[in-house]
T-cell receptor
Framework: DVKVTQSSRYLVKRTGEKVFLECVQD?????MFWYRQDPGLGLRLIYF???????EKGDIPEGYSVSREKKERFSLILESASTNQTSMYLC??????????????FGEGSRLTVL | RKEVEQDPGPFNVPEGATVAFNCTYS??????FFWYRQDCRKEPKLLMS???SGNEDGRFTAQLNRASQYISLLIRDSKLSDSATYLC?????????????FGAGTRLAVHP
């Protein structure tokens, strides 16, 4: 089974702090994604990566950055956390980028609260 | 207008009932369609793909209507374990990548 592991299930941070969310997958997937999930808004894509050291902005990249130094690891960084970044953050990976690919494997999520 | 819209529910149904969810999408260029299931406080997981001809997986039937730009999920003989949020997902090929767009989800509660 594909395993996507997020380092922290629950975090509480203060406004202005730098926050690192780590994600590791064990199935040698090329593609990795960071989403945030908020009530009524669904999942929104923050950043994604289709290869090591490669990153692409998603729909809501402002206030975030990412790092992919190794294929299995994709990190999300909040440079200066703000209260509107309080959310559930979900990491996902997938094998294929081709037409019809739709199966994402998600981690359990990291619930971040910014005070 | 949201790219993918779903009735948030909740749909409260008794065990054994048949329930249907619809999802509409705004971009006619959308190419692939999926239903994901998300249990409370858990991550989303792929439930089934939606094919143009319609497809069935046990008690679950998914259908696509491209002309009206909606997809549907029908659950027959509902079980307590079907209680979850069902996410509609639409893909669109853009900039060389397959972009997945998620709906906000429809919550289903099955009661005894």
């Amino acid at each position: 089974d594909v395993k996507v592991t997020q380092s922290s299930r629950y975090l509480v941070k203060r406004t202005g702090e730098k926050v690192f969310l780590e994600c590791v997958q064990d199935m040698d997937h090329e593609n990795m994604f960071w989403y945030r999930q908020d009530p009524g808004l669904g999942l929104r894509l923050i950043y994604f990566s289709y290869d090591v050291k490669m990153k692409e902005k998603g729909d809501i990249p402002e206030g975030y950055s990412v790092s992919r130094e190794k294929k299995e690891r994709f990190s999300l960084i909040l440079e200066s956390a703000s209260t509107n970044q309080t959310s559930m953050y979900l990491c996902a990976s997938s094998l294929s980028t081709g037409y019809g690919s739709g199966e994402l494997f998600f981690g359990e999520g990291s619930r971040l609260t910014v005070l | 207008r949201k790219e993918v819209e779903q009735d948030p529910g909740p749909f409260n149904v008794p065990e054994g009932a048949t329930v249907a969810f619809n999802c509409t999408y705004s971009n006619s260029a959308s190419q692939s369609f999926f239903w994901y299931r998300q249990d409370c406080r858990k991550e989303p997981k792929l439930l089934m793909s939606v094919y143009s001809s319609g497809n069935e997986d046990g008690r679950f039937t998914a259908q696509l209507n491209r002309a009206s730009q909606y997809i549907s999920l029908l659950i027959r003989d509902s079980k307590l374990s079907d209680s979850a949020t069902y996410l509609c997902v639409v893909t669109m090929f853009s900039g060389g990548y397959n972009k997945l767009i998620f709906g906000a989800g429809t919550r289903l509660a099955v009661h005894p």
